[in-house]
């Protein structure tokens, strides 16, 4: 059984005292302490990153041509890009690319550096490339698709007529990041695009630029000077690694650290009848999952998949665990999505459970390995599947540790975490969960949740999938929403959705202006302190 991660008061207080940086006084006025936990951080190039807290210091970092301000996340507003135009034939986009932006290096910002980063981003082909590639953008045609026409304009193509939404939302992801292309070209090994260098260091035009990162202890970034739109209010801003929640808490309340992130429902609850500080509560637009491997034989019976939706305490979590996490959803488009329903049709249900596993041909149950992220939330949350399970007969070695490889290798029996889709539309979603364009082995569609699964996902679904990212109609697209939402529903997915995401955060109230993000652009730049 993992050891659980949280500490008890008297060890938190010991290791507080222990760590760098720890103060007996509020932080000064113009710095920004966070804390939270670097322990999935494994670099900050931003073309290849995929995870939430990396996203946040990539987000000030480096600018994007589309921003999306957090409180109107559906309306593409101009960054880089000071305006845009679309063709009649909803092919080409064409940039104008604001004039007087300059790096961190001090170089200006040009259409070239917009060529050559987008290009950079679909030809390294990682996990963020997915933003790009999806709208048909590949390493063999992404030179002709996207080019810098002059220093102040470009044009980037599509063969194929998506929603203009799509690509512009996409632009706005943190993948999309600019980078400093002739300061990169000497930072150059082997062909790598800068890629080892960006590991620890930034080739950005962000609010901030990036001092020292220490993995796994501390993360500076100071204000940029010539930042295009005026030098930040917080001049320093410090990431402390400090996993334990009780530690957070501690420092939080003591006026130690500014924000507080990653906090169990119980520091979180106890922070709120403090006072001190104010709990934002983000709504993301990704899901808490079990992924039941379908290359299994048991598990790929759709009774036993039906089962396991019996098996879940969506109640109770939702008044313990998840109070500050997730808000109970059983359907696949986030609320506040077009197609998205209220209608959450399972509840938990012991011997409906057994009756299915009966029907399937499991009356005595069956063991399974339990692979679940070894965080807070998701290990409570597997903790009371394991412990409903086994009333119903099913014996499930709960397993924490690093096991995303296993994941994406499809080498697992059961897996359950949460995943965090950064396009605010439901296509974002829905390409990861619902489609799965082969389901080899060797297709390596590692992107997709569906394809980790193993799951041949039924061919009505993912044929309004496409047809929806397609279609320019807002009213008909939201019709198709709707379908494939309740379409997915009923086919008794091996994507089991419990619960949408909201990512919870503790901000001392003297922070004005520390905004969280639903695609993990939360800013710093607009942080500033008062009494």
Do not use: C
């Not at 070894?374 to 007969?393: D, F, H, I, M, R």
Request: glycine content about 6%; overall charge negative; cysteine-free.
């Amino acid at each position: 059984m993992l050891r659980r991660h949280f500490l008890t008061l008297a060890g938190a207080v010991a290791m507080s005292a222990a760590l760098p940086f720890a103060a007996s006084a509020a932080t000064p006025k113009d710095q920004l302490v966070i804390a939270t936990n670097m322990s999935s951080m494994r670099g900050l190039d931003p073309h290849e990153l995929n995870q939430l807290e990396a996203a946040e210091v990539v987000a000030n970092l480096y600018e994007r041509l589309i921003v999306l301000p957090a409180d109107k996340i559906n309306e593409p507003q101009p960054g880089l890009a000071e305006s845009w135009t679309v063709s009649e034939d909803g092919k080409t986009f064409t940039f104008k690319i604001r004039s007087g932006v300059k790096f961190h290096s001090g170089n200006p910002l040009t259409a070239k550096d917009v060529e050559w980063s987008l290009r950079r981003l679909v030809k390294l082909g990682l996990a963020p490339s997915t933003d790009l590639r999806q709208w048909g953008f590949s390493a063999d045609n992404v030179d002709s698709l996207i080019r810098a026409t002059d220093d102040q304009t470009v044009e980037i193509k599509t063969a194929d007529v998506w929603n203009a939404d799509l690509l512009l939302l996409s632009l706005a992801s943190f993948s999309t990041s600019i980078l400093d292309s002739a300061f990169l070209a000497d930072k150059e090994k082997d062909g790598d695009m800068g890629r080892a260098y960006l590991q620890t260091a930034d080739a950005g035009s962000g609010p901030y630029s990036l001092r020292s990162w220490r993995s796994n202890e501390t993360l500076i970034a100071e204000a940029f000077p010539d930042y295009w739109q005026g030098a930040p209010a917080m001049r320093r801003v410090l990431l402390r690694h400090l996993p334990e929640s009780s530690a957070q808490r501690l420092q939080i309340d003591a006026g130690d650290m500014d924000v507080a992130t990653r906090l169990s429902s119980t520091d979180l609850a106890a922070l709120e009848a403090g006072g001190n500080v104010e709990i934002q509560k983000t709504p993301g637009f990704g899901f808490y999952y079990v992924a039941l491997n379908q290359k299994d034989e048991i598990l790929s019976n759709p009774k036993v998949r039906e089962a396991f939706r019996y098996l879940i305490d969506y109640d109770g979590l939702s008044s313990t665990v998840m109070k500050y996490y997730g808000i109970k959803q059983q359907s696949i488009i986030p609320a506040g999505l077009p197609g998205a329903i209220t209608e959450n049709p399972y509840k938990l249900d012991i011997e409906k459970a057994k009756q299915l596993l009966a029907e399937a041909g499991y009356p005595n149950g069956f063991s399974k390995t339990y692979y679940a992220t070894p965080v807070t939330p998701e290990y409570e949350v597997a903790q009371s599947l394991q412990a409903n399970a086994a009333k119903a007969g099913i014996k499930l070695d709960l397993q924490g540790g690093d096991h995303i490889g296993k994941f994406r290798d499809r080498a697992f029996e059961i897996f359950s975490a949460r995943s965090g889709e950064r396009l605010p539309d439901p296509h974002a979603v829905l390409a990861s969960y619902a489609t799965n364009a082969n389901n080899a082995d060797e297709a390596k569609l590692t992107g997709l949740l569906a394809w980790r699964s193993a799951w041949d996902v039924p061919k009505d679904i993912q044929d309004m999938v496409l047809a929806a990212a397609h279609e320019t109609d807002k009213a008909k697209r939201a019709d198709l929403y709707g379908k494939i939402n309740k379409a997915y529903l009923e086919s008794s997915p091996a994507l089991v959705t419990s619960f949408q995401r909201t990512d919870a955060k503790a901000v001392r109230k003297d922070v004005k202006g520390y905004v969280g993000h639903s695609t993990w652009l939360t800013r710093w730049d607009t942080v500033t302190k008062g009494e």
